[in-house]
């Protein structure tokens, strides 16, 4: 395949960028996005140029590391699949791409297609845990778990923290993560005693960090790799309404340990 | 040297508790007075902290990723062994503890894999109250399912995604401390060099991968929680920024490098499409609990399509040879005979470097369903790599190198023989010996961060508190430590050749796979000895990155990574080669039985191989830790 890339270059945070145009050759149809770029970075190299820094690690779709704007589409045009897991038969010989970073406030450009997602840990942080000192458990058959709720638990913990939906929302709005983790937690009978206060915590984070808020686009759903539901949006809304009108304390900073 | 286990004597069911007894403990109030560090975050490097942070130590964790929640734990797909025996079949302590040891190949130590077997219960526990969401039954019970090298169904699991979610338990527990303060974490951080002082490990220095800041940190332990080196082979199922440094920086201070050609070569891979391949995907072993492996069995069928091929021209060779185990047999034994069967040239796909596996025969009998629910993740991830549906025709899968049960030499209580330096997870050699059991390297990673390195640590911490001296930056050891990685980044900067860190990477891949791979012998062995220097000189010579080590360099990165890969390559082959028996994932072809199985030599390799560092490009110095098997009958394997 030949192929004309118009790839976002930063030299570092705060710097102004730029689309620069490379034309790429043999690309096999049968290589993910992620081989082709390592085919143009060593092009580039090769010609003494800087090559195109880009966030990759497990090329399995499952660490979260990957993510960049493919054509307007955060992963690009194939639904629940990371750039990563991208193959190239799903363009066609002659294609322009445009190829982007995650474009957030709260995800500074570090370099070219690299951002930082670093509001994510602060988000989990501020409550996105259960409190269980190692060693403290008891037996793991002493907390039943019916299989629907175990479900619903793990279709909301399948978030990669790839940041996609925080990209793809008009509002850069940190929603579907969220609510991914405050559902993973808050259905499990083990995240019952924090519940409110995780939901009201990891809200106040995720405002703190300069993400927006939603207004029903949905386009976070329609992008995220994973399948994380809209539904848990609306549970999050839930939870931190009635944690909300309950609370009895202030926000305040955690103590842990 | 002689090499001491430190293990407790007396009997082995009681030896951990009385070990715990018997070390030292650190009172609630002082553990604020010890620093420690860990590296990597995966399983064991995240537990480890998290513990030590919810015990009061000040803790710093470092990870090259931008977030510790990446680290490759992430993608262990099957699950997680533990001896609790919900399923009532017959599983115990020490039934675990003798699969562990059998499938090793019996060349790990029986006390710390015991260990290994009694704490496996209470990780499931610790997971399920931080809210890993395990399968569950109906009645709302945890679920378990078999897993190669076991007759019991002993393996505790999240759909495909168990590593993930385990990981996600720990990170978040890690969060949590960081939240509280106790931890201090640095992400996109790479650990570059080991600081020793006075014989103990004492901090590391590192380079900001962001604004290329290198920095001393300075502790009074150090944990290395950092993987293992299965990228040595350029294609591997390792994520691409898994690497060797820590652990060999620490080896050329000191640290014996033990067991380093026990490789694990797993079966169940996506097979090689192209040249442009740069890495390699896994398919959960736990497919063979309802695939069937097969291949035709005249090679004039290779060419058809697999519909095309009778029930009768199909040779299920696993089910065939190992009628006891069938297509459950060890991932060794598996991958040796996939090998086997391509080599005779009836592998199918591209270059005939493929077997099938065929789920026809359980979509029938369970429905299509009950398989989706099974496997659902694994078969889309399938699709979308190799664009072929295994719901409508087999999978194909060929080996590929996995993980590696050597690493960093270590005693009964996680610490190498350079006091201070302990070493967690998959980046020390102990608990597998020559061949891992599947989902076993989460129990290992989970055991030595959450229920081992917690007490042990406190133990070394404790017990030399009065010999430690302080050490602040100024020390002459803390500015060689820095000088050294200036120096080294500004050298790989300034070489201004013609090929790129990958390009070197590649071919030394190449080299260690066909050389050193499933199956080596002396000849090639030798071989690899003799051009593994000559690549290293090139890469010295002809390197290019470009750029600056003031900013965000991903060519500087991977040369630093790459420049100890080809320093660890040549001792591997070394103990390759030193290494004249067959034992589990090492197939060494002078040393087989008559029908070709693996053909160990317990009468002159029962012993782990610790080597020491003696200089690039000098022989690295042997010291041998002889195995003592008190409980487990040293028997050749069989899975027939």
Redesign the interface.
Known sequence: MRLTLHVWRQ??SGDKGAFETHKVEN??A???F???L??LN?EI??K????V?F???????????CGMVVNGMAHGP?A??TTC?L?M?KFKDGDELWIEPWRAKAFPV??DL?V???A??RI???G??????????????E?????TV?DQ??DA??C??CGACVAACPNASAMLFTAAKIT??GV?P??QPERDDRARNMVAQMDAEGFGGCTNHGECAEVCPKGISLETIARMNRDFLKAMVIAREPLA????? | MELRDNAPSGPIETAWDRHRFDIKLVNPANKRKFEVIVVGTGLAGA?AA??F??L?YRVRSFCY??????A?S??AQGGINAA?N?SGDGDSIYRLFYDTVKGGDYRSRERNVYRLAQVSV?I????????V??????????DNRSFGGAQVSRTFY??G?TG??LL?GA???L????????VT?H?RTEMLELIVVDGQARGIVTRDM?TGKIEAHLAHAVVLATGGYGNLFYLSTN???CNVTAGWRAHRKGAFFANPCYTQIHPTCIPV???????L??MSESLRNDGRVWVPKNKDDVGKKPGQIAKEDRDYYLERKYPAFGNLVPRDIASRNAKEVCDAGRGVGPGGLGVYLDFADAIERLGQKAIEERYGNLF??YE??T?EDPYQVPMRIYPAVHYTMGGLWVDYNLMSNLPGLFVLGEANFSDHGANRLGASALMQGLADG??VA?YTIGNYLWTERTDQKPVTADHPEVKKALAEVEERTQRFLSING?R?P??FHRELGKLMWEKCGMARNEAGLKEAQARIPALRAEFWENL?V??SGA??N??LEKAGRVADFLELAELFATDALHRRESCGGHFREESQTPEGEALRDDDSFRYVAAWEFNGVGKAPVLHKEDLEFEHVKLTQRSYK
Do not use: W
């Open positions: 030299k570092k690309i096999s049968d290589s993910s992620l081989e082709m390592d085919v060593e190299l090769e003494g140029g800087e090559p820094a966030d990759h690690d497990c090329r399995e779709g499952i660490c979260g590391t194939q629940l699949t897991q193959h038969r570090l370099r690299v930082d997602r670093g994510f840990d989990i942080q501020a996105g845990f259960i409190s269980a000192k190692s060693g403290s458990a008891p037996d793991a058959n907390i039943l778990v019916g299989k175990a638990a793990m913990a399948a990669i923290g993973h937690l499990l083990q995240g900073a955690r103590t842990g340990g | 537990a998290a513990t942070g919810e009061g990723q931008d977030s510790p929640r990446r490759h992430i993608a609790k919900y209470n499931i526990d610790q997971a399920v109250a931080q809210g969401p395990f399968a569950r039954e109906y009645g709302g019970l945890l999240a759909r995604q993930q979610q996600l990170y978040q527990a969060e949590r401390q960081i939240g509280a303060g106790t974490m992400p962001v994520a691409k920024g499409s192209g040249e442009h391949q740069s890495k995907t896994l889309e991830m979308r790599i664009d959450y229920f917690p013609k790129s990958d390009s290019r470009p750029g900013d965000l991903q060519s």
